[in-house]
């Protein structure tokens, strides 16, 4: 399978603990974006890279987020002291931007639902 | 901020009825695409529409991209079951991020 991977699919966690996920995007895909979303909502921006430089980081991701994308191909995304608000899936995507032509596609992973208890 | 608006919230209807969902904004989009995304998995890209005007047929589903390049819909001939999902709309402003719409969840009853 040649798509966007997301590891891990489910995560549940005590209040107050730390939690990494980690996005593998499509091979030869330059951005990466990382997106959450709650039930019954469309996916909310959070932050996306350009090869390895982060681009944008949404007013949502606060301080006790954090996403890396060292080698410019995968991603992972901590959160430091979970709270239960952070309960969510969080969805990875991944899209070529060839040269001047800005209009690209993302294609999405499966997602990590985490579930802060 | 730019946001995307979509309607109806919800959709409930009865196999071989059809039936069109709508994305607007108030801002214009490079491109636009539409998402179809079931419980529990992440969107699936259906289709990217980039001309101003353009509109786009993927077997049953028809999607128009508004001349202004600021709303979209998306029509369904004689849906089916399978058509059951939450459809969600996302524009791209040269090159930024993607911005998605809160979604229309379809429900196709036999």
């Known amino acids: 399978d040649t798509g966007v991977s997301q590891d891990p699919r489910h995560k549940i966690t005590k209040r107050g603990q730390n939690v990494t996920f980690r996005c593998d995007p499509i091979?030869?895909?330059?951005?990466l974006y990382w997106y959450r979303q709650t039930l019954g909502q469309g996916p909310e921006f959070l932050t996306y890279?350009?090869?390895?430089?982060?681009?944008?980081k949404s007013r949502l991701l606060s301080d006790r987020f954090s996403a890396e994308r060292p080698k410019g191909s995968f991603s992972t995304l901590e959160i430091q002291r979970t709270e239960q608000g952070d309960s969510a899936m969080y969805l990875c995507a991944s899209s070529l931007i060839r040269g001047r032509d800005m209009n690209t596609e993302a294609f999405f992973g499966q997602g990590t639902r985490l579930t802060v208890v | 901020t730019q946001l995307l608006e979509q309607s109806p919230q919800f959709l409930s209807i009865q196999e071989g009825e059809n039936l069109t969902v709508y994305c607007n904004s108030s801002?214009?989009?490079?491109?636009l695409q539409w998402y179809r995304q079931e419980p529990g998995e992440g969107p699936v890209l259906l289709v990217t529409?980039?001309?101003?005007?353009e509109v786009k047929k993927l077997k049953r589903l028809t999607f128009q991209f508004g001349d202004a390049r600021k709303d979209s819909s998306l029509h369904i001939t004689a849906a089916q079951t399978g058509d059951t999902g939450l459809y969600l709309c996302?524009?791209?402003?040269?090159?930024?991020?993607?911005?998605f719409g809160p979604g229309t969840r379809l429900s196709v009853l036999p």
């Open positions: 890279f350009q090869n390895e430089a982060q681009l944008e």
């Open positions: 801002s214009v989009f490079s491109s």
């Open positions: 091979s030869e895909h330059n951005r």
């Open positions: 996302a524009g791209i402003n040269y090159g930024q991020n993607f911005v």
């Open positions: 529409v980039v001309t101003g005007g």
